[in-house]
């Protein structure tokens, strides 16, 4: 798989042309890991802070993205603050060995699992050996 | 005409520096600040936000992926003591069959003071969406106490 760095998401930047004002809005690279299984490939994600409502996944065009906002649990004013929360962004180019309609994800205690079945085509066949 | 003074001087210097790197460290936001792994962040684990409403203190921490059974939140007079760990995916995955492998695992322990002393039996803690939110009522002396001022 290979990741695409895009700086801003296409559609986000054509939302913030329509407020006109408003900067851009910031992301974060969330950090994955991905490793592959006999039939499948699987991503998983730390997103801290994105609930399911708020996470947008989306194949287009052979490219996965992972796009999440993410909210405070407390939103009052900190009185002493070492972190903030920042929506969460990152895009995978997708190959044909994923079967791209039977993508799954689920998200718990802030990580999102994706299993990516690979196609028919791309997963190990045992060849019998005949003995004559 | 004042003194020449080495000291003076040093100390101009040293604010200088620190104004300078407070400067790079807010330019560098958010990456500075949204350090999450155990193990990889050079600072304590969890990060914290605190929140502090009069009668209680509430504390979120950053800590996505954890074992709930495995959480640990104490308190002892004025002294938080969260533990937990960050479980590794499924242990039988071959190292070679990780195409990426940028999240970090593993256990923490931090404690936190906290400005006042909290009532130990109210505390609740609750884990949403990879954060941990601590309300910790503070004990009746601490709470703030309006007093009418009488005009006469």
């Known amino acids: ?132 | 005409m004042a003194e020449w003074n080495p000291w003076t001087q040093l100390e101009q210097m040293r604010r200088e520096l620190d104004r300078a790197i407070d400067g790079f460290t807010r330019r560098t936001e958010p990456f500075a600040r949204v350090a999450f792994l155990p193990g990889r962040a050079a600072r304590q684990y969890p990060m914290i936000n605190l929140h502090d409403s009069g009668d209680a203190i509430k504390i979120e921490a950053l800590a996505p992926g954890l074992d709930p059974e495995s959480l640990e939140v104490s308190v002892v007079r004025n002294t938080l003591r969260i533990a937990g760990e960050k479980r590794r995916l499924m242990a039988d995955i071959q190292p070679e069959a990780f195409h990426r492998r940028e999240r970090a695992t593993g256990k923490f322990v931090r404690t936190i003071e906290l400005p006042t002393e909290i009532d130990a039996n109210k505390v609740s803690a609750d884990y949403t969406n990879g954060l941990l939110v601590i309300t910790l009522p503070k004990e009746e002396q601490a709470r703030p106490k309006q007093i009418a001022v009488k005009v006469e």
């Open chain 1, 1 to 132: 798989m290979v990741e695409r760095t895009v700086a801003v998401p296409e559609s986000q930047q054509l939302e913030a042309s329509t407020e006109g004002t408003r900067t851009q809005e910031r992301y974060i690279t969330p950090p994955v890991d991905i490793y592959e299984m006999p039939e499948s490939l699987v991503v998983t994600a730390d997103v801290p802070g994105v609930s399911q409502e708020d996470l947008e996944i989306r194949v287009d065009n052979n490219v996965l993205t992972i796009q999440g906002r993410a909210k405070h649990a407390v939103t009052d004013e900190s009185t002493y603050r070492e972190y903030e929360l920042v929506n969460v962004f990152r895009q995978f180019e997708l190959t044909d060995t994923v079967d791209q309609s039977k993508i799954s994800a689920d998200l718990k205690h802030g990580v999102l699992t994706l299993v990516l079945p690979k196609a028919e085509a791309a997963k190990p066949r045992q060849i019998p050996v005949r003995v004559s």
